[in-house]
Structures are given as structure tokens and as C-alpha cells.
């Protein structure tokens, strides 16, 4: 089988919906937390109740598709996460407020799970890593460009207006999705993935190939999701920029990462995945050290704030591709429940770090760096670990 130019630019977007969805909130959270009264880390339950959400749905859509196919989930995904965005618009209180985002999370998963799996039913475990890296792009232009548009929607017409533009997002994406993705798995006996579904979680996650490359996708977010739980704080909070400003210095981070997928789609297929994940990983740590000797050095500024991330972001794109297609392609039969686990182990770390940071912040930046530390240096632990199972492996097959 193999993808018309439709059907790439429709998982392209399917892809964006979820990282846009999450970013594009970001700017808004101090306005959300003055207009409701709340804590920062209340506010931040926006951003982590989604995160929860999208998790634990990906254990869902995984498994579902391998059963009823790819086509109809995804359909059914898009549908739920225009339902979301505009019960988001209209939410009166900020516990209403987090129950719609977790509607809006719902829907968005689908498509972060189900473009993956949908690309190892079409290219298989070979160049898969290459295909998903110059999708997984669209995973870094969305917030590329979202939350400068949040931050300009919020600045100028309050932060209801970011739900108005999502809902309209979401019902494109239910046309392109009808027209653009066809049926490209084959699913299985219905009764032997209610049986094993979790049989097959627990061997998923016993396979250290599996785990390394999992885990490593999840610490290596979370690096990302310590960052924007106090960045857009400090930025506003303590540096005085306004939510717009925040939105144009944030677009050096997602430069990185298209920076580091699109390296990633060249050189995937001649390094292995196992090779870029270590890679990736490394950059990460080295991304680290230079972001807290900066800090260090010359103090809080908004260059001391934003610059780093751009080495950061690029290691992680280098991994993040590699990392999901590995885990991915463990078993093209159950390519979807692999998908989806590795996806909701990624989130659940994801979450619990940025939640973590928001509940210890201080007003300076030393719980978002502590915190960035730990997660980069235990990317590079589980991707030496895929690594190591991959080698052990290779004679064997």
C-alpha cells in the first residue's frame, strides 16, 4: 500500500490537532488564573487534566483500531474534539473550564495515536522512523504558531476566542479526515483483543525494546512539559512580558525541534532508530547543562529563558520519531496497542512533571530546572537501554 499526497497531508493534521490544542492555551493561563481567582497550579490543570486524558484514551484508540480498523476512530475522535472546543468556549467556571479540555483531550488523541500506527500499516518497521519524522514536523509547527495566535486571541479578544478557533480547527479536520484517510489496517478477531488487550500491555511493557523506547519518548516530553509548566510564569509573571511577546520568543523552541525531525528524516534510515534515539537523548542532556550554565551565568532574561531550548528541542526531535516508530513497530498485528501505550506512558509522565513543577513554583526557575535535569538524564538512560536490547537482538534476526 502506499500514501497519496491526501492522505499524508490529512495524518499531517491530524497530528497538529493535539499539540495545537495544548499550546495554544498557554499564553491564556495567567488571564485564565486572574479571571477565575485560582492558583497557578490550578490553572495549570488545564494544561495536565488534558494531558491525563489524552493518556488514558490512547490506551482506548490503540487497541480499538487493531479491533474496528483505523478509519472509524479517527472519524469518531475528530467528531468529540469539536465538541470539546466549543463546550470549552462556553465554560462558566474553571472546573467546567478543565471537564470540556478533557473532552477537547479525547477527541485529540486520535489522531497523535492513529497517524502513528496508521504510518507503520503503510511503510512498515524500515522507514517508518523517516515518514513519521517529517510528520511528526507538524507536531512542532503547531506550537510553532500556536501559542503566538493564543497569545494574540487572548491579548485582543479574551481567551474564549482560542476555543472559537479550535472549534473551527476540529470541524476541518472531521472533512479532511472523511475524504483524505481510507482503511489501511486489517483488524483483527474481535475476541482475541478483548482476551489480550491486557496481555498484551503487560508484554508490550516487559519487552525492553518496547520500554526503552517508550520511556525514552516520555522523559524526553517531559523536559519539554517542565519548561512550559513555569515558562510562560516567568516570562509573564516576573519578566513582565506580555502574553503576545511570550508566543514570539516560544517559536525558538518548536524551531528546534522541526530542526531535529527534519535531520532526523535524512539520516533514520542510514543511523537506525536505536542509534538516533541515543543520539537524540545525548543532545538533550548536553541541552540541559548549557541552559542551567546559562541561568547560572547571566541570570533570569528572557534570552536566558528562550535561547536553550532551541539545542534541547532539536535532540528531541532527533528521538522523538525514532523512539514512537521503534515502539510502534514491536508487532505490526498490535501496531495500534503499541502505539497507544507508548503514547499514554508519554503523556502520564509528561503530565505528572509539568504538574509537579507547577505545584513547586517559586517565582524562579530552579523547580523548572531541577526538573529538566532529572528528565533528560533518564531519556538517555531507557535510550541506552533500547539501544543495548536492539544490539542484543540484531544476531538473532
Known sequence: MSASPLLLVSLVILTAIGPLSMQILVPALPAIQAVFGVSQGMAQATITFSMIFVGAMTLVYGPLSDRVGRRPVVLGGAVIYVIGSLACAFAPTINLLIGARAIQAIGAACGMVLSRAIIVDIYGRSRSASVLAYVTVAMAVAPLLSPTIGGLLTDFYGWH?????????????????????????????????????????????????????????????????????????????????????????????????????????????????????????????????????????????????????????????????????????????????????????????????????????????????????????????????????????????
Open 161 to 397: 476566542a482560542v476555543f472559537i478557533v479550535t472549534t473551527g480547527i476540529g470541524v476541518a479536520v472531521v472533512g479532511l479526515a472523511y475524504i483524505g484517510i481510507p482503511e489501511t489496517h486489517r483488524p483483527v478477531d474481535a475476541d482475541r483483543v478483548r482476551g489480550s488487550m491486557l496481555i498484551d500491555f503487560w508484554r508490550l511493557l516487559r519487552n525492553p525494546i518496547f520500554s526503552g523506547y517508550a520511556f525514552a519518548a516520555a522523559f524526553s516530553l517531559s523536559v519539554f512539559f517542565a519548561y512550559i509548566s513555569a515558562a510562560p510564569y516567568l516570562a509573564v509573571g516576573v519578566l513582565g512580558l506580555t502574553a503576545r511577546d511570550y508566543g514570539l520568543w516560544f517559536m525558538i523552541t518548536p524551531c528546534g525541534f522541526i530542526t531535529g525531525n527534519l535531520l532526523a528524516g535524512r539520516l533514520s534510515a542510514r543511523l537506525g532508530m536505536a542509534r538516533m534515539t541515543v543520539l537524540g537523548a545525548a543532545v538533550g542532556v548536553g541541552a540541559t547543562a548549557v541552559g542551567v550554565g546559562v541561568l547560572v551565568g547571566f541570570g533570569l532574561t528572557p534570552a536566558t529563558l528562550f535561547l536553550p531550548t532551541f539545542l534541547g528541542a532539536l535532540g528531541s526531535g532527533l528521538l522523538t520519531a525514532n523512539a514512537l516508530a521503534g515502539a510502534a513497530s514491536i508487532d505490526p498485528r498490535i501496531a495500534g496497542t503499541a502505539s497507544g501505550l507508548s503514547g499514554f506512558l508519554q503523556n502520564l509522565v509528561a503530565a505528572a512533571v509539568g504538574e509537579i513543577v507547577a505545584v513547586l513554583a517559586n517565582g524562579t526557575a530552579w523547580p523548572m530546572i531541577g526538573a529538566m535535569i532529572l528528565a533528560a538524564s533518564l531519556t538517555l538512560v531507557f535510550a541506552l537501554i533500547a539501544h543495548r536490547a536492539t544490539a542484543r537482538l540484531a544476531p538473532r534476526t
